[in-house]
């Protein structure tokens, strides 16, 4: 199956940045799909960002400007770079991969989940 470790959440003031990282490893063959969603306190979870094997993104309205994903190939991992950040954007960030594995079964997971808290 697929494992994902999450890192780089933490308390920044209005107007920092974090950069969250999010490594996948276990049997994979390819990943075909990476994002980023997150949930706030009484909220639906909700796309952040989203980066395909070929490179093309998707951003929420909320976030474009001010966010960047990011992934290495090589390091199966996935970065979303925030920058600008608002009190609104307090969540717990979830990392999601889709993967085919090295059995040929497609197979989607979620990350554990990392604070992301903005505030004075």
């Known amino acids: 199956q697929v494992q994902l470790m999450e890192s780089g959440g933490g308390l920044v003031q209005p107007g920092g940045s974090l950069r969250l990282s999010c490594a996948a490893s276990?049997?994979?063959?390819?990943?075909?799909?990476m994002g980023w969603y997150r949930q706030a306190p009484g909220k639906e979870r909700e796309l952040v960002a989203t980066i395909r094997n070929g490179g093309s993104t998707n951003y929420a309205n909320s976030v474009k400007g001010r966010f960047t994903i990011s992934r290495d190939n090589a390091k199966n991992t996935v970065y979303l770079q925030m920058n600008s950040l608002k009190p609104e954007d307090t969540a717990v960030y979830y990392c999601?991969?889709?993967?085919?594995?090295?059995?040929?079964?497609?197979?989607?997971?979620w990350g554990q989940g990392t604070q992301v808290t903005v505030s004075s």
């Open positions: 276990g049997s994979i063959y390819s990943i075909n799909h």
């Open positions: 999601s991969v889709q993967v085919t594995l090295n059995s040929g079964r497609f197979v989607g997971s």
